[in-house]
């Protein structure tokens, strides 16, 4: 490798760019690297938002450690990460290969499931809130009236609140995730498939050993972003599940990782111990994103 | 490799410089307390409850014309967060309103003024007595005071009731039970709901008080494990779990609208049912809440109004908030919220009937609940608490854990707060 050329010579030649990058470099700065470097202090701190913060080393890791609220929100976030992306994942792949033609139909059908990737999240909650309404005029319980069935208490039933919050994203997401696939499934070249076609190969073994493995990639990406929005889960939780008094509804069923560190930063002020929580969120991410990329052995591609 | 030891070592200088920078808080120096002066009102609630109280704050300024209060509005939603961050980077209002803990929580960090300090207590004779106390801190700092109040009554469809054959609503727990058989057999299928406070700690309150019990004894020693509260949760259980009210929360005009017989609700959905609901009109009426064993002492919330530490215009401020509890600035307010139709109770008593919004009927039942009132428990870890206890009653409701067990926890959690 060459050494770096002088540093005078560079900047005649690329002065303009660096020039040109400073603004973003300075917004970036100030908008993400600096929070982020104060959100990092301040997990090793306690601070109320109004008093200074006082350094308490690893005080908040290990107060968190010990958080059962903590827990049972990292056990049903992870249950709801779990079901979203597979589902969401799965459901994706089945709608690319079964709309990815281009033909209007669909054209038309995949303009429609992308919908909702272009709403505003709240609107969509509002609406699902509107679905859910607990009375018999809900849209949901009038459907289950068609059928004979009394209304439902979804929002006040715990053993519900989680397939409800991953069917929510899943039918949000999947849309998304199946622009991607049809993207993917048209960079697979034809000649394979007619390869394929002429040893013999079935419809089947044309998926699993042709199409599977060259949308590895994307796989790879839907899962990745599934996951790290998944975790992020917020809007969902605070505006249809969230109690008076209470961010994770009945029972904390609804408590997910970003609503109790919410909570925990913004009305009980302990903003040290909800940066402790965030990074501990980042840890989890980071490290499920690690080993994704690392199963996908997509690293070279992406 | 060395792009992540470069992004790492980034980001870890920022945080040292991060923790450099924290500075500490200094005390604001108070203004010329007689020139023209400008204060800003933060007010949480809607923007026809700003209006209300800018009619107040134009009142004032025509009294001292050298002082503007201009009143902004906070939503329910994001307030908090707001005025966190107010509280944070020392700017902002002059003076807030919040939910009734709100200043004491922010004065215990030092983002209050102790309000005695400017002869607040003139007014604690004027106001109802539980609310005062409920905003007054543990320590006995006065960092805010009661703006208006809230309660509960019983809304009930008259004429689903006279179809039952009930000529009046329940006025006990008893006649409650009886009414909502009658209902059931009359064909009704939702005898009973509760709006505000459903599922939740609120909810409880009523019934622990009306059963004579309470959250904390008066030197805050959690009191969850006696037989009163035994007695009103087993009560609330049955109504959900052997009378069928259900665990589902429905707005209480929008229960009435379809057809549920009696709703527990709070008092700002009053004004709106007519409007909204044309449908009902002349069906529904207001009663208290039915009365337990030990009376009918119904939950009072409301909002508190205090003046911030990082206000230039501390006395001005403090005076503008016992300027609200004066006949005139009432008058001004209830005038105003009168023509937008929303709800208004002041924050005196003597006031409730001729100055808050209600038709008389309605303001004495309002009246009524507020004059055996209690109000939230002001006690050191109530709030670290409340939704703990929240998800114990929850859990005793949905059949998880009895009665016993659900109390022995919430006061076991209160316990560990306390400190």
Same mark, same amino acid.
Not at chain 2, 84 to 101: E, F, N, V
Not at chain 2, 339 to 368: C, L, M
């Given at each position: 490798?060459?050494?770096?050329?002088?540093?005078?010579?560079?900047?005649?030649?690329?002065?303009?760019?660096?020039?040109?990058?400073?603004?973003?470099?300075?917004?970036?700065?100030?908008?993400?690297?600096?929070?982020?470097?104060?959100?990092?202090?301040?997990?090793? &701190?306690?601070?109320?938002?109004?008093?200074?913060?006082?350094?308490?080393?690893?005080?908040?890791?290990?107060?968190?450690?010990?958080?059962?609220?903590?827990?049972?929100?990292?056990?049903?976030?992870?249950?709801?990460?779990?079901?979203?992306?597979?589902?969401?994942?799965?459901?994706?792949?089945?709608?690319?290969?079964?709309?990815?033609?281009?033909?209007?139909?669909?054209?038309?059908?995949?303009?429609?499931?992308?919908?909702?990737?272009?709403?505003?999240?709240?609107?969509?909650?509002?609406?699902?809130?509107?679905?859910?309404?607990?009375?018999?005029?809900?849209?949901?319980?009038?459907?289950?009236?068609?059928?004979?069935?009394?209304?439902?208490?979804?929002?006040? &039933?715990?053993?519900?609140?989680?397939?409800?919050?991953?069917?929510?994203?899943?039918?949000?997401?999947?849309?998304?995730?199946?622009?991607?696939?049809?993207?993917?499934?048209?960079?697979?070249?034809?000649?394979?498939?007619?390869?394929?076609?002429?040893?013999?190969?079935?419809?089947?073994?044309?998926?699993?050993?042709?199409?599977?493995?060259?949308?590895?990639?994307?796989? &790879?990406?839907?899962?990745?972003?599934?996951?790290?929005?998944?975790?992020?889960?917020?809007?969902?939780?605070?505006?249809?599940?969230?109690?008076?008094?209470?961010?994770?509804?009945?029972?904390?069923?609804?408590?997910?990782?970003?609503?109790?560190?919410?909570?925990?930063?913004?009305?009980?002020?302990?903003?040290?111990?909800?940066?402790?929580?965030?990074?501990?969120?980042?840890?989890?991410?980071?490290?499920?994103?690690?080993?994704?990329?690392?199963?996908?052995?997509?690293?070279?591609?992406? | 490799?060395?792009?992540?030891?470069?992004?790492?070592?980034?980001?870890?200088?920022?945080?040292?410089?991060?923790?450099?920078?924290?500075?500490?808080?200094?005390?604001?120096?108070?203004?010329?307390?007689?020139?023209?002066?400008?204060?800003?009102? /933060?007010?949480?609630?809607?923007?026809?409850?700003?209006?209300?109280?800018?009619?107040?704050?134009?009142?004032?300024?025509?009294?001292?014309?050298?002082?503007?209060?201009?009143?902004?509005?906070?939503? /329910?939603?994001?307030?908090?967060?707001?005025?966190?961050?107010?509280?944070?980077?020392?700017?902002?209002?002059?003076?807030?309103?919040?939910?009734?803990?709100?200043?004491?929580?922010?004065?215990?960090?030092?983002?209050?003024?102790?309000?005695?300090?400017?002869?607040?207590?003139?007014?604690?004779?004027?106001?109802?007595?539980?609310?005062?106390?409920?905003?007054? !801190?543990?320590?006995?700092?006065?960092?805010?005071?009661?703006?208006?109040?809230?309660?509960?009554?019983?809304?009930?469809?008259?004429?689903?009731?006279?179809?039952?054959?009930?000529?009046?609503?329940?006025?006990?727990?008893?006649?409650?039970?009886?009414?909502?058989?009658?209902?059931?057999?009359?064909?009704?299928?939702?005898?009973? !709901?509760?709006?505000?406070?459903?599922?939740?700690?609120?909810?409880?309150?009523?019934?622990?008080?009306?059963?004579?019990?309470?959250?904390?004894?008066?030197?805050?020693?959690?009191?969850?494990?006696?037989?009163?509260?035994?007695?009103?949760?087993?009560?609330?259980?049955?109504?959900?779990?052997?009378?069928?009210?259900?665990?589902?929360?429905?707005?209480?005009?929008?229960?009435?609208?379809?057809?549920?017989?009696?709703?527990?609700?709070?008092?700002?959905?009053?004004?709106?049912?007519?409007?909204?609901?044309?449908?009902?009109?002349?069906?529904?009426?207001?009663?208290?809440?039915?009365?337990?064993?030990?009376?009918?002492?119904?939950?009072?919330?409301?909002?508190?109004?205090?003046?911030? !530490?990082?206000?230039?215009?501390?006395?001005?401020?403090?005076?503008?908030?016992?300027?609200?509890?004066?006949?005139?600035?009432?008058?001004?307010?209830?005038?105003?919220?009168?023509?937008?139709?929303?709800?208004?109770?002041?924050?005196?008593?003597?006031?409730?009937?001729?100055?808050?919004?209600?038709?008389?009927?309605?303001?004495?039942?309002?009246?009524?609940?507020?004059?055996?009132?209690?109000?939230?428990?002001?006690?050191?870890?109530?709030?670290? !608490?409340?939704?703990?206890?929240?998800?114990?009653?929850?859990?005793?409701?949905?059949?998880?854990?009895?009665?016993?067990?659900?109390?022995?926890?919430?006061?076991?959690?209160?316990?560990?707060?306390?400190?």
């Amino acid at each position: 490798m060459a050494g770096p050329a002088p540093l005078g010579s560079r900047l005649r030649r690329y002065g303009t760019s660096y020039a040109m990058l400073l603004p973003f470099l300075a917004l970036f700065a100030a908008f993400l690297l600096w929070p982020l470097a104060n959100s990092l202090y301040l997990s090793f &701190t306690r601070f109320d938002g109004v008093n200074p913060a006082v350094l308490t080393g690893l005080d908040n890791f290990t107060r968190l450690a010990g958080d059962a609220r903590f827990r049972h929100a990292l056990g049903n976030t992870a249950l709801y990460v779990a079901g979203s992306v597979v589902l969401g994942t799965l459901l994706s792949l089945g709608l690319a290969l079964a709309f990815n033609g281009t033909s209007w139909p669909h054209r038309v059908m995949r303009t429609l499931f992308f919908l909702p990737s272009v709403t505003s999240s709240i609107a969509l909650m509002l609406m699902w809130k509107w679905v859910l309404f607990p009375s018999e005029v809900g849209l949901a319980n009038t459907v289950v009236s068609w059928f004979g069935g009394a209304a439902v208490p979804w929002l006040a &039933t715990p053993a519900l609140t989680i397939p409800i919050l991953v069917l929510m994203s899943v039918w949000g997401g999947m849309g998304y995730g199946m622009v991607l696939y049809v993207a993917g499934l048209g960079s697979i070249p034809e000649e394979f498939y007619e390869a394929a076609r002429i040893d013999g190969a079935s419809a089947w073994q044309r998926f699993r050993h042709i199409t599977l493995p060259l949308l590895r990639p994307v796989t &790879t990406y839907v899962v990745v972003t599934g996951l790290i929005g998944a975790f992020q889960v917020f809007e969902a939780v605070y505006i249809i599940f969230r109690g008076t008094n209470n961010i994770g509804g009945v029972l904390d069923s609804a408590l997910m990782i970003v609503p109790y560190l919410y909570d925990q930063g913004f009305t009980h002020f302990k903003l040290g111990y909800a940066s402790a929580i965030a990074w501990v969120l980042f840890l989890i991410i980071f490290v499920l994103s690690l080993v994704n990329l690392r199963v996908g052995r997509a690293m070279k591609e992406l | 490799m060395r792009r992540t030891l470069a992004a790492c070592s980034t980001v870890l200088v920022a945080a040292l410089s991060a923790a450099c920078a924290t500075s500490g808080q200094t005390q604001t120096r108070q203004a010329d307390q007689n020139a023209p002066m400008t204060l800003s009102f /933060w007010s949480t609630g809607g923007d026809d409850e700003t209006a209300t109280f800018q009619k107040a704050a134009d009142l004032y300024h025509q009294k001292h014309p050298n002082v503007t209060v201009k009143v902004q509005t906070l939503s /329910w939603d994001d307030a908090y967060a707001k005025l966190l961050a107010a509280a944070t980077s020392r700017t902002g209002p002059d003076i807030l309103s919040g939910g009734m803990t709100w200043t004491i929580q922010f004065g215990a960090r030092g983002a209050m003024v102790d309000l005695r300090e400017h002869g607040i207590e003139a007014l604690k004779g004027q106001a109802q007595p539980a609310q005062w106390e409920s905003a007054v !801190s543990p320590d006995g700092s006065v960092y805010g005071v009661p703006l208006d109040m809230s309660t509960l009554a019983l809304y009930y469809r008259t004429d689903l009731l006279k179809e039952a054959g009930i000529a009046a609503p329940p006025r006990t727990w008893q006649e409650l039970v009886d009414d909502i058989g009658r209902l059931k057999a009359a064909g009704v299928k939702k005898p009973y !709901s509760q709006d505000w406070g459903n599922l939740d700690w609120i909810g409880y309150f009523n019934y622990l008080y009306q059963a004579g019990g309470t959250f904390y004894t008066p030197d805050c020693k959690p009191s969850l494990n006696t037989p009163q509260a035994e007695r009103a949760l087993t009560y609330w259980v049955d109504l959900y779990r052997e009378h069928g009210v259900p665990t589902a929360t429905v707005e209480g005009s929008d229960a009435l609208d379809t057809g549920t017989a009696m709703v527990v609700a709070g008092n700002w959905i009053a004004l709106g049912i007519d409007a909204n609901k044309p449908k009902l009109k002349g069906k529904w009426a207001l009663a208290p809440l039915p009365a337990g064993p030990a009376g009918p002492t119904t939950f009072i919330g409301g909002r508190a109004i205090g003046v911030t !530490s990082f206000s230039k215009y501390a006395r001005t401020g403090a005076d503008f908030v016992k300027f609200m509890y004066s006949d005139e600035a009432i008058a001004a307010v209830s005038g105003e919220a009168r023509k937008r139709n929303i709800s208004y109770i002041p924050p005196r008593p003597d006031k409730i009937v001729g100055g808050s919004t209600f038709t008389p009927d309605q303001a004495r039942v309002f009246a009524e609940a507020i004059g055996t009132g209690k109000a939230a428990p002001g006690c050191p870890g109530w709030d670290e !608490s409340a939704s703990d206890v929240a998800k114990q009653l929850q859990s005793a409701i949905l059949g998880k854990s009895d009665v016993r067990t659900a109390l022995a926890e919430a006061a076991k959690v209160m316990e560990r707060n306390a400190g």
